[in-house]
C-alpha cells in the first residue's frame, strides 16, 4: 500500500506495511536500502498454514467514491496470495454510480457482490455472513484505507489464539481542518480504535467498532448475529449492531482479542467534523444504550441552575420501576435530552478542546445510568495523548527527490547519539503527496512513537548532539507539541526556518494546497519557535546542491514569493522574497554558478505562468525549463538579470506589483 516508504534503524531494514523488522542488511550494509515483501514467500506460507479461508464483508449503501478507494486498498496489499479469501461486498439499496465502480473491478475473481433489499447495516452484515464461504467472516466499513498486510495480520491472529472474534487497529483520515473545539473524546465517536500496541485478550468487545473486526463464523452463526433493532434510520444515528453482539457473544464465553497491528484507516469528510453531527451522534449514543440497557425503566429528574457562568445543572436518581410509557420511550427520550444539554453546556460555557460534547454526554451517562462499567481507555485517552516518561522514540521523515546532500543527510542522523530513533525516508514523490503520505504516515504511528522530526533530504544536522536536544526540550515540557528550529541555507547565506518537531499529539488534514503543502497540524499545545537560541541552527540547508536542485530551489521560492494566481499568503511571500534578494546578493559576491541557475529560475516563473505543479523534479516541464538555460555561463546570466535586480526600487516594485492580484483576491470579501 505504501510503496515509496521504508524504514531505517541501524542494520533493520523495515517494510512500512509490516510492524517489525522483515529483512536484515548483510554486514557491514549499513546505508544501503533494500525493500522486501512477503509476496514472494506467500504461497509457502498458505500450504504450510493448512486451510482457513476468511470471507470480507463490506456492507455499502450509496457512498461510490469512498468505496472505491477502499477497494483499491484490498487489492494492493501485499499478502492476497498468501491468505485464503474472498471479498463479498454487500449493496444495501444503492444507486447506479455503486454497481459502477463494483463494474470496474470485474477482473478480480475474489470479488464477489450481493444485494440485500432490507435496508439496514445490521441486515446487510447478516446477508453478508449467509453469502460467506470462509470459516472466518471480516468485516470492513466502506470508507476505510486498508494497510498492506491487514489480511495476513488477522488470519495469523486466529491461527495463533484460537479466537472468536477478534478487533483491529483504526486510525482517522480527516479530509478537512479540524474545528477549533475538537478535542481527543471525539475520535472515538468517529471510531477511532487504538488499545495499544501488544495483542491482548479483552474482557468484552465496547471498545471495538465494525468497521474493522472478524468473527469465527460457526461462533457468529450460534449466536445469532447482529440484531437489525440497531440498525440507523433517517438521520438518527444508531448504531451500536457489534457491541450488543460482542456482549452476547462475551456472556456466551467467546475469546475476544485486540490485534494492533490488523490496521485500518478511517477516511472522515467534512461532514463529520460539524458541531451538529456530533450533537446527533451522541442522541444516538444515548438511544443506542437504552436499547443496551436492560428492561428495567430509568425515571430521571434533569434540574437546571442556571448561576452568572450559565452553567447547567444535572441531578438523576434511578428507580426500579418501569415508565408509563414503556423502558424504551422514557429511556430514548432521557438521552435524547440529555445530548441537548450537553451541547447547550458546550455553547454556554464555552469548554477547552479537552472537553467534548461526547465525552460529556459520556460522564452523564454514567449518572444517570449509576453503571461501574468504565472502558478500559476513557474518553480522551487516546493515542499520542500520554508521552513516555522515559527516552523518547522519535520517528524522523524524510522527503527524497534526487538531493545531492542526501548521503550525508543519512549519515548526520546516524551519527547522533541519541539513539532511540527510527528514520522514514518517502522518495521520488510530487511534493504534496509525499507531504501528504508522511503526514498521514506520523499519525498511524502515533502509538509508536512520542516524537516526530521531519528533515529534508538537503538538510545535514551540524552535530551529533541536535536530536538529543530536541528530544530534550519536549521531555522536559510536557505542554510543548510543535517546535520550530532555524537552519543555515548556503543558498542565500541567511538562517531560515526549516526543520519542524512535533508530539505524538499533533493532528495534519488533508488539503489540496500544492505550494504549501507542508502547512502546520493542530496540536492541544504550545508551539516553541527556537529561532534564535539553542538548539538553533539544528542543521545546514543546501550546503552542496546540483545544479537541478539549485534551479528548483530558486523556482520552488520564487512560486512562493510571488504566488501567481492564486489568493496570497502574505507572511510567505514576504519571507521568500527576503530569501531571494539574499540569494541575488549571495550571486552579486561570488557569481557562483549555481546561485546563477536558482535566479534564471525565477525569471521562469516570472514569465512564463508557471504553477506550483511545474516544480516537481519528475514533471517534463520543469526538465525543459532547465534544460533552456543549462548552457549559459554565469556572466550570461548575471548580465540578463542585473537590470531587473540591481536597481532595488525596480526589484520591490516588480515584486509588488506581480503580488498584488492574488492579494486582492485574499482579501476580497
Given at each position: 500500500?505504501?510503496?515509496?516508504?521504508?524504514?531505517?534503524?541501524?542494520?533493520?531494514?523495515?517494510?512500512?506495511?509490516?510492524?517489525?523488522?522483515?529483512?536484515?542488511?548483510?554486514?557491514?550494509?549499513?546505508?544501503?536500502?533494500?525493500?522486501?515483501?512477503?509476496?514472494?514467500?506467500?504461497?509457502?506460507?498458505?500450504?504450510?498454514?493448512?486451510?482457513?479461508?476468511?470471507?470480507?464483508?463490506?456492507?455499502?449503501?450509496?457512498?461510490?467514491?469512498?468505496?472505491?478507494?477502499?477497494?483499491?486498498?484490498?487489492?494492493?496489499?501485499?499478502?492476497?496470495?498468501?491468505?485464503?479469501?474472498?471479498?463479498?461486498?454487500?449493496?444495501?439499496?444503492?444507486?447506479?454510480?455503486?454497481?459502477?465502480?463494483?463494474?470496474?473491478?470485474?477482473?478480480?475473481?475474489?470479488?464477489?457482490?450481493?444485494v440485500e433489499p432490507q435496508q439496514g447495516?445490521?441486515?446487510?452484515?447478516?446477508?453478508?455472513?449467509?453469502?460467506?464461504?470462509?470459516?472466518?467472516?471480516?468485516?470492513?466499513?466502506?470508507?476505510?484505507?486498508?494497510?498492506?498486510?491487514?489480511?495476513?495480520?488477522?488470519?495469523?491472529?486466529?491461527?495463533?489464539?484460537?479466537?472468536?472474534?477478534?478487533?483491529?487497529?483504526?486510525?482517522?483520515?480527516?479530509?478537512?481542518?479540524?474545528?477549533?473545539?475538537?478535542?481527543?473524546?471525539?475520535?472515538?465517536?468517529?471510531?477511532?480504535?487504538?488499545?495499544?500496541?501488544?495483542?491482548?485478550?479483552?474482557?468484552?468487545?465496547?471498545?471495538?467498532?465494525?468497521?474493522?473486526?472478524?468473527?469465527?463464523?460457526?461462533?457468529?452463526?450460534?449466536?445469532?448475529?447482529?440484531?437489525?433493532?440497531?440498525?440507523?434510520?433517517?438521520?438518527?444515528?444508531?448504531?451500536?449492531?457489534?457491541?450488543?453482539?460482542?456482549?452476547?457473544?462475551?456472556?456466551?464465553?467467546?475469546?475476544?482479542?485486540?490485534?494492533?497491528?490488523?490496521?485500518?484507516?478511517?477516511?472522515?469528510?467534512?461532514?463529520?467534523?460539524?458541531?451538529d453531527y456530533f450533537e446527533r451522534r451522541?442522541?444516538?449514543?444515548?438511544?443506542?444504550?437504552?436499547?443496551?440497557?436492560?428492561?428495567?425503566?430509568?425515571?430521571?429528574?434533569?434540574?437546571?441552575?442556571?448561576?452568572?457562568?450559565?452553567?447547567?445543572?444535572?441531578?438523576?436518581?434511578?428507580?426500579?420501576?418501569?415508565?408509563?410509557?414503556?423502558?424504551?420511550?422514557?429511556?430514548?427520550?432521557?438521552?435524547?435530552?440529555?445530548?441537548?444539554?450537553?451541547?447547550?453546556?458546550?455553547?454556554?460555557?464555552?469548554?477547552?478542546?479537552?472537553?467534548?460534547?461526547?465525552?460529556?454526554?459520556?460522564?452523564?451517562?454514567?449518572?444517570?445510568?449509576?453503571?461501574?462499567?468504565?472502558?478500559?481507555?476513557?474518553?480522551?485517552?487516546?493515542?499520542?495523548?500520554?508521552?513516555?516518561?522515559?527516552?523518547?522514540?522519535?520517528?524522523?521523515?524524510?522527503?527524497?527527490?534526487?538531493?545531492?546532500?542526501?548521503?550525508?543527510?543519512?549519515?548526520?542522523?546516524?551519527?547522533?547519539?541519541?539513539?532511540?530513533?527510527?528514520?522514514?525516508?518517502?522518495?521520488?514523490?510530487?511534493?504534496?503527496?509525499?507531504?501528504?503520505?508522511?503526514?498521514?504516515?506520523?499519525?498511524?504511528?502515533?502509538?509508536?512513537?512520542?516524537?516526530?522530526?521531519?528533515?529534508?533530504?538537503?538538510?545535514?544536522?551540524?552535530?551529533?548532539?541536535?536530536?538529543?536536544?530536541?528530544?530534550?526540550?519536549?521531555?522536559?515540557?510536557?505542554?510543548?507539541?510543535?517546535?520550530?528550529?532555524?537552519?543555515?541555507?548556503?543558498?542565500?547565506?541567511?538562517?531560515?526556518?526549516?526543520?519542524?518537531?512535533?508530539?505524538?499529539?499533533?493532528?495534519?488534514?488533508?488539503?489540496?494546497?500544492?505550494?504549501?503543502?507542508?502547512?502546520?497540524?493542530?496540536?492541544?499545545?504550545?508551539?516553541?519557535?527556537?529561532?534564535?537560541?539553542?538548539?538553533?541552527?539544528?542543521?545546514?540547508?543546501?550546503?552542496?546542491?546540483?545544479?537541478?536542485?539549485?534551479?528548483?530551489?530558486?523556482?520552488?521560492?520564487?512560486?512562493?514569493?510571488?504566488?501567481?494566481?492564486?489568493?496570497?499568503?502574505?507572511?510567505?511571500?514576504?519571507?521568500?522574497?527576503?530569501?531571494?534578494?539574499?540569494?541575488?546578493?549571495?550571486?552579486?559576491?561570488?557569481?557562483?554558478?549555481?546561485?546563477?541557475?536558482?535566479?534564471?529560475?525565477?525569471?521562469?516563473?516570472?514569465?512564463?505562468?508557471?504553477?506550483?505543479?511545474?516544480?516537481?523534479?519528475?514533471?517534463?516541464?520543469?526538465?525543459?525549463?532547465?534544460?533552456?538555460d543549462a548552457s549559459l555561463s554565469s556572466?550570461?546570466?548575471?548580465?540578463?538579470?542585473?537590470?531587473?535586480?540591481?536597481?532595488?526600487?525596480?526589484?520591490?516594485?516588480?515584486?509588488?506589483?506581480?503580488?498584488?492580484?492574488?492579494?486582492?483576491?485574499?482579501?476580497?470579501?
Amino acid at each position: 500500500m505504501y510503496p515509496h516508504l521504508r524504514f531505517f534503524q541501524g542494520l533493520e531494514v523495515y517494510n512500512v506495511a509490516m510492524t517489525g523488522p522483515i529483512e536484515t542488511a548483510a554486514e557491514g550494509a549499513a546505508g544501503v536500502t533494500i525493500e522486501v515483501t512477503a509476496r514472494g514467500r506467500s504461497h509457502a506460507r498458505l500450504a504450510a498454514k493448512g486451510a482457513q479461508k476468511i470471507s470480507v464483508v463490506v456492507p455499502t449503501y450509496n457512498r461510490a467514491s469512498y468505496l472505491r478507494r477502499t477497494l483499491d486498498s484490498f487489492f494492493e496489499q501485499e499478502c492476497l496470495t498468501g491468505v485464503d479469501h474472498e471479498l463479498l461486498v454487500v449493496d444495501n439499496n444503492s444507486s447506479e454510480e455503486t454497481s459502477q465502480v463494483l463494474r470496474s473491478f470485474d477482473g478480480n475473481e475474489t470479488l464477489r457482490c450481493v444485494v440485500e433489499p432490507q435496508q439496514g447495516l445490521c441486515h446487510a452484515r447478516n446477508r453478508g455472513v449467509k453469502e460467506s464461504r470462509g470459516s472466518v467472516v471480516a468485516f470492513l466499513d466502506d470508507d476505510v484505507i486498508v494497510d498492506g498486510q491487514w489480511l495476513r495480520h488477522l488470519d495469523d491472529c486466529f491461527r495463533d489464539t484460537g479466537a472468536d472474534v477478534v478487533g483491529g487497529r483504526s486510525y482517522l483520515i480527516y479530509e478537512d481542518e479540524l474545528p477549533r473545539w475538537f478535542g481527543p473524546a471525539f475520535r472515538k465517536a468517529l471510531s477511532e480504535v487504538n488499545l495499544g500496541t501488544r495483542r491482548r485478550t479483552l474482557k468484552d468487545g465496547d471498545n471495538l467498532f465494525g468497521l474493522n473486526i472478524a468473527f469465527r463464523k460457526s461462533k457468529l452463526v450460534e449466536s445469532g448475529g447482529f440484531d437489525g433493532k440497531l440498525d440507523r434510520k433517517g438521520k438518527m444515528l444508531l448504531g451500536g449492531g457489534e457491541t450488543e453482539l460482542l456482549r452476547r457473544m462475551a456472556a456466551s464465553g467467546a475469546t475476544i482479542v485486540y490485534e494492533p497491528r490488523a490496521v485500518v484507516g478511517h477516511i472522515i469528510g467534512p461532514e463529520r467534523l460539524r458541531w451538529d453531527y456530533f450533537e446527533r451522534r451522541a442522541a444516538g449514543s444515548g438511544s443506542t444504550l437504552a436499547i443496551l440497557d436492560s428492561p428495567a425503566g430509568i425515571a430521571v429528574r434533569l434540574a437546571r441552575s442556571l448561576r452568572t457562568s450559565a452553567a447547567l445543572g444535572v441531578a438523576a436518581t434511578r428507580v426500579a420501576t418501569n415508565s408509563p410509557f414503556g423502558p424504551y420511550p422514557r429511556k430514548l427520550a432521557t438521552y435524547r435530552f440529555l445530548a441537548a444539554k450537553a451541547h447547550c453546556l458546550g455553547r454556554w460555557q464555552r469548554l477547552g478542546p479537552q472537553e467534548s460534547l461526547v465525552n460529556l454526554g459520556s460522564r452523564l451517562h454514567t449518572r444517570v445510568v449509576g453503571t461501574a462499567n468504565r472502558p478500559e481507555h476513557e474518553a480522551g485517552r487516546v493515542s499520542g495523548t500520554v508521552r513516555a516518561t522515559g527516552s523518547l522514540r522519535v520517528l524522523i521523515g524524510t522527503l527524497y527527490s534526487g538531493e545531492n546532500e542526501f548521503d550525508r543527510c543519512i549519515a548526520s542522523v546516524r551519527a547522533q547519539t541519541y539513539d532511540k530513533y527510527e528514520h522514514l525516508i518517502i522518495e521520488h514523490l510530487p511534493e504534496h503527496e509525499a507531504h501528504q503520505k508522511l503526514y498521514g504516515e506520523f499519525m498511524r504511528q502515533q502509538d509508536r512513537f512520542d516524537l516526530f522530526l521531519k528533515l529534508d533530504a538537503d538538510m545535514v544536522l551540524v552535530d551529533q548532539e541536535k536530536l538529543g536536544a530536541v528530544v530534550d526540550l519536549f521531555q522536559h515540557d510536557r505542554t510543548l507539541d510543535h517546535a520550530v528550529f532555524r537552519v543555515t541555507d548556503w543558498m542565500s547565506q541567511s538562517d531560515i526556518i526549516g526543520i519542524h518537531a512535533f508530539s505524538n499529539r499533533a493532528q495534519w488534514h488533508i488539503h489540496s494546497d500544492v505550494l504549501f503543502p507542508d502547512l502546520p497540524p493542530r496540536v492541544p499545545g504550545r508551539r516553541g519557535y527556537y529561532l534564535s537560541r539553542p538548539p538553533s541552527p539544528l542543521a545546514m540547508h543546501s550546503p552542496d546542491p546540483s545544479q537541478l536542485q539549485a534551479f528548483h530551489f530558486g523556482f520552488h521560492r520564487a512560486m512562493k514569493a510571488y504566488q501567481v494566481g492564486q489568493e496570497v499568503r502574505l507572511p510567505h511571500a514576504i519571507g521568500q522574497w527576503r530569501q531571494l534578494k539574499r540569494l541575488w546578493k549571495h550571486f552579486e559576491a561570488t557569481r557562483e554558478r549555481r546561485l546563477a541557475l536558482a535566479l534564471i529560475a525565477v525569471e521562469h516563473v516570472l514569465t512564463e505562468g508557471a504553477a506550483a505543479s511545474d516544480a516537481h523534479y519528475t514533471n517534463p516541464r520543469f526538465g525543459e525549463m532547465f534544460a533552456q538555460d543549462a548552457s549559459l555561463s554565469s556572466q550570461e546570466i548575471y548580465e540578463r538579470l542585473a537590470p531587473k535586480w540591481n536597481s532595488a526600487i525596480q526589484r520591490e516594485y516588480r515584486w509588488a506589483r506581480t503580488l498584488l492580484p492574488g492579494l486582492l483576491r485574499s482579501i476580497r470579501p
